[in-house]
């Protein structure tokens, strides 16, 4: 079982939907990361929080809003995505907010969106 | 030249084959390194992380050259569960905050 839980697992929406993924870690982990996973592709990252504070913000478009309401949990809201959006979301921790340290990561939660 | 870059494969080895992995990366700062283990449709998991003296754990020896800026992954008596994409992740630091960088992953199949 992992240690990093996200939920849902999977995520249908329309393109005029808004939705919320959800990943929740009880590591202590003082970083949480979010990534993107196209298929036969390498994770890509979008979002850092380090100490709960949005440290790295990979020039991800508007309609991804990340939330850290505290520092165990880290949401991603949804809101007008496209099709090309659709794809695996993992959420990811590590034990300090430097980055350089190993990651842990959450199942994933995989979007659709029509 | 790419940051990180490795073999995508696949590789197809029958069972009880050795099977080597490179991974080579451009900033010659890099400071930490790791191979992930990811099988499909799931997340990445650390199989190990690699030190300057090298590891190993169990069939796995994973290996650093600094000089020639690679690091490696070795695995002895493949077994069939051992088939995944292997990613390696490379750390760098520089300006104040590290990076993080994913190859884009090799795909292993071991064929009983």
């Known amino acids: 079982d992992t240690e990093v839980t996200q939920t849902p697992k999977h995520l249908v929406m329309g393109m005029t939907n808004k939705k919320s993924l959800k990943c929740e870690q009880h590591?202590?982990?003082?970083?949480m990361y979010w990534y993107k996973q196209k298929a036969k592709k390498p994770p890509e990252l979008m979002f850092v929080?380090?100490?709960?504070?949005?440290?790295i913000n990979e020039s991800v478009p508007s309609r991804f809003s990340p939330e850290c309401p505290n520092s165990s949990l880290l949401n991603l809201h949804l809101h007008a995505l496209q099709p090309e959006d659709s794809a695996l979301y993992l959420c990811?921790?590590?034990?300090f907010g430097s980055g350089a340290n190993v990651l842990t990561f959450g199942a994933g939660s995989r979007l659709t969106v029509l | 030249r790419k940051e990180v870059e490795q073999d995508p494969g696949p590789f197809n080895v029958p069972e009880g084959a050795t099977v080597a992995f490179n991974c080579t990366y451009s900033?010659?700062?890099?400071?930490?390194f790791f191979w992930y283990r990811q099988d499909c449709r799931k997340e990445p998991k650390l199989l190990m992380s690699?030190?300057?003296s090298g590891n190993e754990d169990g069939r796995f020896t994973a290996q650093l050259n600094r000089a020639s800026q690679y690091i490696s992954l070795l695995i002895r008596d493949s077994k069939l569960s051992d088939s995944a994409t292997y990613l390696c992740?490379?750390?760098?630091?520089?300006?104040?905050?590290?990076?993080?960088?994913f190859g884009k992953g090799t795909k292993l199949s071991v064929i009983p």
């Open positions: 990811a921790s590590s034990p």
């Open positions: 590591m202590g982990h003082r970083a």
């Open positions: 929080y380090s100490y709960e504070k949005l440290s």
């Open positions: 900033n010659s700062a890099s400071q930490s």
């Open positions: 690699v030190y300057s």
């Open positions: 992740v490379v750390i760098s630091s520089g300006a104040g905050s590290y990076q993080l960088t």
